[in-house]
C-alpha cells in the first residue's frame, strides 16, 4: 500500500481514514532533512523522550450487520523500549479544545501488543469487542439523540421522534432524528479508546534497514471479501448489471 500523509488541524495531531481489519504502520523514522527535501513547509519529526498518542475515532462495536472495529498499527519506537513502562492504554477526552489523554487499564483479552527487539518496531493490536465499550456506545448514541425537545430513543435506544404523530413536522423530525441524531458515534461515553507511546533515550528517526515492512495482499476473508447486492430494478438505466463483479485478491 501506498504512503499516506497524515494531516489534520493546527493542534499538533495528524490524521488518516483507515479501513477496518487492515494493519498500518505508523513512520515514526521521517527525518527531518527527508521531509524538508520532499518539500513539506510544516514538519512532525519524531523525537526520544517524548510521548505520542494514537486513537480511534468513529470505532464500532459489532451488529448482525457489521464486524466490529479490529484494528492493527505498527511502529519504530527503535531499542530499549519496555512493553509495560512505555505503552498505555489511554481514553481521550475530544469535547476539550485540545484533546485530553487520561491513562487507563489495558483492555487484557481484547488488545494486543508485541515489541520486536531485532528491528525495534512495536505492534499493538485493538480489539473493539470489550463489553465496557458496547455499553459506553450504546450510552453515548442515547445521548446523542438530541435536541431533546425533538428527538427521543425508543424502546430499542434507537433515536426517533419526540413529537405527537400528528404533528406537521414529524415526517421530518422522524427522518432527522433516526437519519442523523446520534446516528455515528465518535466517541463512547467516557472517552475514545487509544494507547500512548514514550519512546526511548535510543530512539533516533532516520532510515532503518527492513523498515517500512513490506506491503501484504488483503486476506480473502469475511473482513475484505464483502459481496456486492445485486439490483432488484434497472435503477441505474445503461449502467444497470444483474451479476455483481466478483473480488478479486492477490495470491501473496
Known sequence: MPAIRMMGQDTAQLSTLTVNSGIYYIDT?????????EGATKVNVFQNN??????????????????????????????????????????VDIATEEPTFT???????????????????LTVTMRMTMPQ?????????????????FCKPDSDDNCGCSLNSDDPLYADCQHACSRWAGNDVDCPQGGCYGFSVKLPTRFQAGPK??????PV?????ENW???????TENVAGVCYDPTPPEGKFCEQ
Request: glycine residues 6%; contains cysteine; proline residues 10%.
Open 29 to 37: 523514522t521521517v527525518s527531518l532533512q527527508q521531509q524538508a527535501k
Open 50 to 91: 517524548q510521548t505520542y498518542y494514537t486513537f480511534l475515532l468513529f470505532a464500532k462495536p459489532k451488529t448482525p450487520e457489521r464486524l466490529p472495529t479490529r484494528q492493527q498499527y505498527q511502529m519504530y519506537v527503535g531499542p530499549g523500549f519496555d512493553v509495560d513502562r512505555d505503552l498505555s492504554a489511554v481514553r
Open 103 to 121: 491513562p487507563t487499564g489495558w483492555p487484557d483479552g481484547y488488545w494486543g501488543k508485541s515489541y520486536n527487539a531485532t528491528n525495534g518496531v
Open 133 to 149: 465499550f458496547q455499553m459506553e456506545y450504546d450510552a453515548a448514541k442515547s445521548e446523542n439523540c438530541q435536541p431533546k425537545s
Open 209 to 214: 534497514q527492513g523498515l517500512p515492512p513490506a
Open 217 to 221: 495482499c488483503y486476506p480473502k476473508n
Open 225 to 231: 471479501n464483502l459481496k456486492f447486492m445485486p439490483s
